[in-house]
């Protein structure tokens, strides 16, 4: 069904602009309402996805068609997670393009670089959506190879220990991502934890992880002395990369699971928080210089004790440098009145990390998560 025959059609607002020019486009381009139906469909679109004009203008985006997935699996087709819909409610057009997957008519999962926008009437009114699409099936084979050995590199075995709960979340902004992060028991009764950002994201972020985990691999007869461990860490990443002005923040934290005794050492990166049993929330450490920046860096161990039901959260920059519609950041302080409120509300003040990373978006003004995302928490239970 053409523009002029949706007009026709009463499908297609008058107040629309008559948009036959997107079909000479070779991205695909669909117009919706503010409620997600159909208005437009161009020649593009029938081509990459195989649905025709006919077959889906009047219906809704989530109806059983495109079915939009995240790279992960997850759908998007909900309100908080469609990035159209997020960009109609917050008036905001995409900064950048966003990785989904959508379902083809011959029911095969085709990836698609999306860029949305709000539509907007003559006097401004937001009248519905602009949702641009292209093929990405030819570049996603080494990208999707990359994915698999990143992941490789940062699969750790948690703990199965009665004293102590380690869980975390990790969320790439796209295919694979610049946070790191390692847990490892040292002996019965200690555990390492890195959680590190390299600087940036995306392709050459991914890279620095590599370098990241070869030098803890190296390194580690050194962690159970966290400062050292921390120096050396930082020496090895300047002389590596330091020409390439890359630099990474990091925590690292040694604890005993017999007493619940922390050693911490911050380098550049968000301070971990102390949730007491009674939810009251701690920082921990100072910052100190990022990893890889000045070859002679020194590291100062801070120490905290964790009494049974206290929780550590560790984490990177993506769950604090958020900005809702006000432009207003997130910060530390709006990380910890999330979280609480979520523990308050939990049987044992249990915090689910994933429905963390669902309110930080919620939070957000944007259509998805603008850096990766790594949340980590470590409970002592006895």
């Keep these: 069904m053409n523009v002029s025959t949706a007009h026709h059609n ?77 960009s109609i409610v917050t008036n905001q057009p995409s900064s950048e393009p966003v990785l989904v997957f959508a379902q083809c ?31 990405l099936r030819h570049d996603m084979h080494d990208l999707m190879r990359a994915k698999t050995i990143q992941e490789q590199s940062l699969a750790s075995q948690l703990p199965s220990d009665r004293r102590v709960d380690i869980q975390m979340v990790y969320q790439s902004r796209d295919i694979i991502g610049g946070d790191f992060y390692r847990v490892e028991q040292l002996s019965a009764n200690r555990y390492a934890i890195l959680v590190a950002d390299a600087i940036g994201h995306g392709m050459a972020a991914a890279l620095y992880t590599m370098q990241l985990r070869m030098l803890w691999d190296d390194h580690r007869d050194k962690l159970n002395s966290p400062a050292f461990f921390m120096r050396t860490m930082n020496r090895r990443l300047h002389g590596l990369v330091h020409d390439a002005g890359f630099f990474a923040t990091a925590t690292y934290v040694l604890y005993d699971a017999t007493c619940g005794h922390i050693r911490c050492v911050r380098a550049g990166h968000p301070s971990p928080i102390i949730f007491r049993g009674d939810l009251k929330a701690e920082a921990m450490g100072q910052p100190q210089s990022a990893l890889g920046m000045w070859p002679d860096a020194q590291y100062t161990e801070f120490q905290a004790q964790l009494a049974p039901g206290d929780m550590l959260l560790m984490y990177t920059d993506g769950a604090t440098e958020i900005f809702d519609t006000d432009d207003t950041m997130l910060d530390q302080g709006g990380l910890i009145q999330l979280a609480a409120d979520q523990m308050a509300a939990e049987p044992n003040h249990q915090l689910n990390l994933n429905l963390l990373a669902e309110k930080l978006l919620a939070a957000s003004n944007q259509i998805h998560l603008a850096d990766d995302l790594t949340l980590l928490k470590l409970r002592r239970v006895a």
Excluded at 43 to 55: L, P, V, Y
Aim: aromatic share 6%; net charge negative.
């Design 105 to 135: 008519k011959s029911q095969h999962r085709l990836p698609v670089e999306v860029s949305v926008a709000p539509l907007k009437s003559n006097t401004g009114e937001i009248i519905g959506g602009i949702e641009v699409f292209r093929d």
């Design 10 to 86: 009463g499908l297609l607002p008058e107040k629309f602009s008559e948009p036959e020019m997107l079909n000479s486009l070779a991205d695909g381009v669909y117009i919706t309402d503010m409620n997600r139906k159909i208005l437009f469909w161009n020649h593009a679109a029938e081509r990459i996805t195989g649905w025709n004009s006919e077959e889906v203008v009047g219906k809704s985006c989530y109806d059983n068609l495109l079915c939009h997935v995240d790279k992960d699996g997850h759908c998007l087709c909900g309100h908080d997670t469609c990035p159209l819909h997020r």
